[in-house]
C-alpha cells in the first residue's frame, strides 16, 4: 500500500511509540493523583506540554484536548463572542459558526485572503441554513464594500482563519489578519492543524488549535494554545482536571507521544520540507494532464489537490486499491457532498467531484509517487 493521505492522518513516528509504550505497560497511574506514581505520570504530562509549546509562539498555554475538534469548540464556544469564519474552514469550525448563528466570510479565489481591511470593517454574509457550505458567487474580492450588503464585523468578535487548508494548501497570512482583527478589538482563531511541525507557526492568534495525529503523532489527543490574557469558559464539566479547562483524565502515553512527534518535528522541520518539495515537483510532473485547485505558490507542498474533467473521483479511488488517497477532507469523505472549500473557491459541482487529492510527507518515497501517479493516470485515461 502507498499512502498518499497525509492531510487525512499521518505514520505514527517510531519515536512517538517509544515514548508511549512505558506509559502504556507500566506507568498507568492516574496523573491527577497524589500519591509518587501519580506525580511520576504529572510530570511526564508536563515535560510533554514543554515540548508541544515549543513549536508555539511564546505568551501562552498548552491545553490538552482529545484533538483538534475539542480544542476548536473550546476556542469558539469558550471564548463568548460572535464568530466569523472563512467559508473554506474545517467542518469542525463552519459546524461551530452554524451553531452560533454566526457570520462567513465569503472566499471565491485560489490564493490567499490578499485584502486586509484597512479601510475599517470585514464585509461577511449571514450563515443560515443550507448556506454555510456553499457562499453565493461574487466576482471581485469578498472583503470589497458593497459587494456583500451592511457590514456584519462590528470588533469585538472572534475571527477564524487556517493557516493552512486542509484541502487544498492555501497559507493564509495570518499575522497580517490577527493584526487587523486586534486592530478592531477582536479576538482571532488559527486553526493551524496542517501547518503545526511542518512550518513554523506566525506570532499573531489569540487561540491555536493543533492535533497530534497530524505530526505523526498519536490519535485522540491535540490542544489549543491560549494567548496569556485571553479568558475562555470551559465547555466539558467534571473535576477541572486540564487548568480548569478541560474536565477528565489526560493519559499521560498520548501526552507524551504528541510530545516526541513535536520534539521530532521541529528537529526535521528543514529535512522534512525539502523532501516535500521535492516530492510536489516529481508528482506536479508526473501528472501534467492534471489541474491543480488552488495556488501553486502559497501553498504548503505536501498536499497536491488536483482534477480532470469528466472523471469521477470516487471510482478512481476504488479503481486504484492499492494506493490510499482521497477526493478531500476525511471528515466529509461520506457525505457525497462535493468539497465545500473547493466550491468557495469557484469550483462547480461536477470539478469538485472530478478532484482527488494527494497528501505526502516525511516517509514517503519519490519511487512511491513515481507508481502512484502511473497508476492514477492508466485509471483515469482508462475513465475518460
Not at 469558539?76 to 459546524?95: K, M, N, Q, R, Y
Not at 490577527?178 to 511541525?197: I, M, N, P, R
Not at 491535540?222 to 474536565?247: F, K, N
Request: a negative charge; one cysteine or more.
Amino acid at each position: 500500500m502507498i499512502y498518499l493521505d497525509y492531510q487525512s492522518t499521518t505514520p505514527l513516528a517510531p519515536e512517538a511509540f517509544a515514548a508511549m509504550e512505558p506509559w502504556l505497560k507500566n506507568g498507568f497511574a492516574n496523573p491527577h493523583s497524589a500519591h509518587a506514581a501519580g506525580r511520576a505520570a504529572a510530570a511526564a504530562v508536563e515535560f510533554a506540554r514543554d515540548q508541544v509549546a515549543a513549536l508555539l509562539p511564546p505568551g501562552g498555554r498548552v491545553i490538552f484536548t482529545s484533538g483538534a475538534t475539542e480544542a476548536i469548540n473550546l476556542a469558539i464556544f469558550g471564548c463568548g463572542l460572535p464568530v466569523i469564519a472563512a467559508s473554506t474552514e474545517h467542518a469542525a469550525v463552519l459546524d461551530c459558526v452554524h451553531a452560533l448563528h454566526g457570520q462567513l466570510l465569503a472566499v471565491n479565489d485560489e490564493s490567499t485572503l490578499q485584502s486586509l481591511p484597512g479601510k475599517g470593517r470585514w464585509h461577511a454574509t449571514r450563515v443560515t441554513e443550507g448556506e454555510g457550505d456553499q457562499p453565493p458567487p461574487i466576482a471581485a474580492n469578498p472583503l470589497n464594500h458593497g459587494l456583500l450588503g451592511v457590514p456584519r464585523y462590528t470588533g469585538e468578535e472572534l475571527l477564524a482563519v487556517m493557516l493552512v487548508n486542509n484541502e487544498i494548501g492555501t497559507i493564509q497570512p495570518v499575522a497580517e489578519l490577527a493584526a487587523a482583527t486586534h486592530a478592531q478589538g477582536g479576538l482571532f482563531l488559527c486553526d493551524a492543524v496542517q501547518a503545526y511541525g511542518r512550518m513554523p507557526i506566525p506570532d499573531g492568534p489569540d487561540l491555536i488549535a493543533i492535533s497530534a495525529h497530524k505530526i505523526h503523532g498519536p490519535k485522540g489527543i491535540g490542544a489549543l494554545w491560549v494567548r496569556d490574557g485571553v479568558q475562555l469558559l470551559p465547555q466539558i464539566l467534571g473535576g477541572g482536571q486540564e487548568q480548569g479547562m478541560r474536565s477528565g483524565t489526560l493519559s499521560p502515553a498520548l501526552c507524551a507521544g504528541f510530545g516526541a512527534a513535536a520534539k521530532l518535528a521541529a528537529d526535521r522541520m528543514e529535512i522534512d520540507a525539502a523532501n516535500v518539495a521535492v516530492l510536489w515537483d516529481r508528482a506536479t510532473a508526473a501528472l501534467a494532464n492534471w489541474t491543480i485547485n488552488g495556488p501553486t505558490t502559497a501553498r504548503y507542498k505536501g498536499n497536491l489537490n488536483i482534477r480532470r474533467e469528466g472523471l469521477d473521483a470516487a471510482r478512481l479511488i476504488s479503481e486504484c486499491r492499492n494506493i490510499a488517497f482521497s477526493a478531500g477532507s476525511a471528515c466529509a469523505s461520506g457525505s457525497g457532498r462535493p468539497s465545500h472549500v473547493l466550491r468557495a473557491i469557484g469550483l462547480t459541482d461536477a470539478q469538485a467531484k472530478s478532484s482527488i487529492r494527494l497528501g505526502f510527507g516525511r516517509y514517503t518515497t519519490a519511487e512511491e509517487i513515481d507508481i502512484a501517479a502511473e497508476a492514477i493516470n492508466r485509471a483515469a485515461e482508462a475513465m475518460l
